[in-house]
């Protein structure tokens, strides 16, 4: 069978590095269908994941829910865990491009304050937990370490760097933000960054119990409110 010369982009910690792969016809016709069924697999399992939780969630009650083989399953994942550790990747990845179509929806884009931005993150995971309010199982990653920190370690490791991911995003404004008002010695952007998630996981588990989506929206309100006013009592002190 003729072989044919493919280029590959892969892409690791924002870098673009180009492979020249091998490749046969036949193998690049079946790889969207390889794609789209390991998709339906995660999907499938973060649902029943938030659902039921990890240890209720049956591999054979995943393969029937993504109605894929046996087969399929293991082709692509070695087992319960090895999916697990996956789905929280892939959940991490949608969460990411989800908050960033948001993000660029909402007014306040010209903004040339950091915080602003800061703010403006705050009001996309707003308004994604309000969009998303019918769906059932919460947050997939908050869901999964309280059920798996006690017992699997390299989870909870894993689920720690979520967290720590998600913070990230938002000390990256706050950094900027400090600087921009010459407070990056005084200011623990690191320690404001954890709070907000705190208070953001915490919100959006209030929001689900009560089910009312205010609670998310009022205590988002408040947070702004108190990295403001941080800010503003940093300032004043260095005056």
């Given amino acids: 069978m003729p072989l044919a010369l493919a ?29 789209k069924t390991r998709d339906r697999i995660l999907r499938e399992a973060a649902r029943m994941f938030a659902l039921k939780g990890f240890h209720d969630t049956k591999v054979d009650g995943i393969i029937k829910a993504a109605e894929v083989t046996s087969g399929a399953f293991f082709h692509h994942f070695k087992g319960k865990d090895d999916l697990g550790f996956a789905v929280i990747d ?43 309010r019918n769906r059932k199982g919460g947050c997939l990653i908050g869901n999964l370490s309280t059920t798996l920190s006690d017992t699997h370690p390299a989870f909870r490791k894993r689920l720690g760097e979520c967290f720590d991911e998600m913070a990230s995003e938002f000390q990256v404004h706050l950094d900027e933000a400090a600087a921009s008002r010459g407070l990056s010695g005084d200011q ?8 907000i998630v705190s208070v953001i996981e915490g919100a959006i588990m209030l929001s689900r119990t009560h089910r009312d989506v205010s609670v998310i929206q009022r205590q988002v309100h408040h947070l702004k409110e108190d990295v403001k006013r941080s800010f503003q009592n940093r300032e004043a002190k260095s005056q």
């Fill in 7 to 35: 280029e590959r982009c892969d892409y690791h910690e924002n870098i673009q590095i180009t492979l020249f792969v091998m490749e046969s016809p036949m193998r690049t016709a079946k790889q969207p269908r390889a794609i």
């Fill in 90 to 132: 892939h959940h991490m990845e949608e969460r990411c491009r989800a908050l960033n179509r948001i993000e660029k929806s909402l007014p306040g884009n010209d903004s040339d304050d950091p915080l602003d931005r800061v703010f403006r993150r705050l009001d996309a995971v707003c308004e994604m937990v309000v969009r998303r």
């Fill in 188 to 195: 623990d952007t690191g320690e404001m960054a954890r709070y």
